[in-house]
């Protein structure tokens, strides 16, 4: 089973973002965003569309449909890898309108201006690094 999420970036007073279909969790998306994702790795993730799955690597184009020779530190986008439409990032002028359009359980959202990602399950925002344990 899926766990949905929603990942973003705000910059210049508006947020750019994308759905993420699975392991959405703060101990794997989360997780894998906090480690592996600064301000420009993000503006290029974000500009590939919803992704199947987040992986450590943004990669090269690949058969959506072949577990053959694929790795999890590798993304998977839907429009990239599998050819589908409609999936460009949305813009929102705020938080909540982002939450509300995805109605998906995670959220993440990066800072442009300050590099810090925060972390959402619905209206809470929190910093990412302290929920998985970081100072």
């Not at 429009?79 to 509300?100: H, I, L, P, S, Y």
């Not at 925060?118 to 809470?124: N, P």
Request: hydrophobic share 35%.
């Amino acid at each position: 089973m899926s766990t949905n999420f929603a990942v973003g970036i705000l910059e210049n007073s508006k947020i750019k973002a994308i759905y993420g279909h699975w392991d959405g969790h703060i101990e794997t998306a989360g997780k894998t965003l906090q480690q592996h994702y600064d301000v420009a790795k993000t503006k290029k993730l974000i500009a590939l569309g919803s992704v199947s799955v987040l992986g450590d690597e943004i990669g090269v184009k690949q058969d959506f449909d072949s577990f053959d020779g694929r790795t999890n530190k590798t993304c998977l986008f839907y429009g990239r890898d599998r050819g589908e439409d409609d999936v460009a990032a949305k813009t929102f002028k705020t938080k909540e309108a982002m939450v509300e359009w995805f109605e998906t359980p995670f959220f993440y959202l990066l800072d442009a201006k300050t590099g810090v990602w925060y972390a959402s399950r619905g209206k809470t925002w929190f910093k990412l690094k302290n929920a998985l344990g970081r100072k």
